[in-house]
């Protein structure tokens, strides 16, 4: 962080990318005019000058102040007994220190029924979703890279998920999955429906025996595909003759699979075990918000949507925020370990 | 080289294919639903409409105001375009031309950025929004939105930018030309494919963006984006599936139409975003 300050307020003067165009206006204003002009000789003769590396800050200022601000201030509500966000309209200043209620919150969640059922819940959608996702969809990359018969238009059918968004994909799954949906709807069609011997039809996200299930099933039914398409596109990378050469050696297609091309994408691998990971922990609220609000009872409330819940719709912030923490804690010990599972790739 | 005839690649080809139905058959019920009625869809899901009931898409239009929400959402994804290529491609002249200490810690700044998920802090956002005067408008989105975009953005038009040899700058500042003039006249021009990228990728993002639309911006018909209309018809009572549906695909057909006309850029697109690491 080096870079002299002096620049930095009077380029900023001027208007971002026309920083050389309004050099002349700049250097007026600049307090020491022998090491401008030794700046600009510089500039002139490496094309760099050190004032170009200034151009970061304006993108760096938005993307730190909406990231790195708002993860301060979980760690800062986590402390005080705001009653939701009007209460939160109605004081004057950020922070209230009427309101600090020191270790209250972390008492309340840490011993709280549902606090502990959304952390079950939660451990068992992370420990579902990604082991299952990611190999499947590694072996789905594989088998769309060695091109077999209509491969182009799997690639379509398992591409077309990701262009949906979670509100759609929430809209989808409300309407296959309702009693009188199209899943039930197939299963009467081939007599595992009401009247056939056995009858699997239930009211799908509001049975609490299937209802996580719906929420990790509706995850791994976009996201299989996707990712096996991302994985397809790595692999096109790996030269054909590697997969001969391990044919030649009497390796069977699982084997090529496994122990050929996954070495090729290893590093890779782990990085999409991390993001998915981050994005199953983190990102379940919408989809629980629109399938089943947390419901039956607390059968499908994870921490991703506790956090929600409690500032939204049960004006307790800072019991939101002290889950907030844990949520975080829990990515930190995921990625660390991860990181660990990995290791040899990075 | 061929897949061999085993019973593995036959229960292969069996998965794969069966995998490809359970992501179609949804979408399939989806459009047949939205030319039914809901005694039709729950009666006989699979079966084609009697008579088409066309109606369903004028009412969609209708009951969810889906015009105004279209309008909201196609200002918001155009707006937040518009700012993160005016942040990002500035940024990313800057660290593919200079190998400063400043330029490696702003490079490793945006390179984080992959590891902090966008939900971390929905509730701090949410009084940021108040603070700044943006609560329950969709200007929010405008000003929000492209900060998640940035990192990604930045490293693409990086990669793109240092592919561009560092000569031909050098050579046009030699000329006197400014930086404006060489990133305006040379790295734009010369970066087209790589901004193109990020326009599809960062516009899909941005289109598709749910939960901070609902929960800030929230539901009001002049504010909230198409993407918050639709569940909030869902949730109203007497949910008639077929207009939801009808609704429902009536928001695809913007995502639809860009991705006909864009096919094959899309899909390299769409994977660059992701094989960043």
Known sequence: MAAPDTAATDDRTGTGPGVSTDRTAATAAAPSPPVRTQQLRRMNATGGGRSLPLLTVPALVLYLFWTVVPIVFVFVFAFFDYRGILDFVASDSLVDADRFSGLDNFRLVLTDAVFLQALRNTAIQVGVAVPLMLPLAFMLGYYLDRRPPGWRVLSVFFFTPGLISISIKGTIFYAMLSPNGGLNGVLDAVGLGNGGAVDLTTAWYADPRTALGVIIFADLWQGIGWTGVLFAARLSAVPVELYEAAAVDGASEWRRMWGVAFGVVKGYFGTMVMLQFLWTLFNSAPIVYILTGGGPGTATTTLSFLVYQKAFQQQQIGYSQVVGIVLFLFGVAGLVAIRRAFRQAY | MK???????????????????VLVVPLLYLVLSSLKGNLAIFTSPYALPSAPQWDNYAEAWTTARLGPALGTSVYVTAASVAVTLLLAIPAAYALARSDSR????????????????????????????????????????????????????????????????????????????????????????????????????????????????????GTAPTERTVQVALPIALISENTDYGVLAAGTLISLVPVYLVYVMLQRRMQEALTAGAVKG
């Open chain 2, 3 to 21: 897949f061999a005839r085993t019973p593995g690649t036959a229960v292969a080809h069996v998965l794969a294919w069966l995998y490809a139905a």
């Open chain 2, 102 to 217: 400043f330029s490696t810690v702003a490079y490793a700044t945006f390179a984080a950025g992959f590891l902090i998920p966008p939900f971390a802090a929905l509730i701090p956002t949410v009084f940021l929004g108040i603070e700044l005067h943006l609560y329950q408008r969709a200007e929010f989105l405008i000003a929000f939105l492209p900060a998640t975009a940035l990192p990604l953005s930045v490293i693409l038009l990086t990669a793109f930018m240092r592919t561009i040899p560092k000569e031909m700058a050098e050579a046009a500042v030699m000329d006197g030309a400014g930086h404006w003039t060489v990133l305006t006249r040379l790295y734009v021009p010369l970066s087209m494919p790589g901004i193109i990228t990020v326009v599809i990728l960062q516009a899909l993002g941005f289109w598709n963006e749910f939960f901070y639309s609902l929960v800030i911006v």
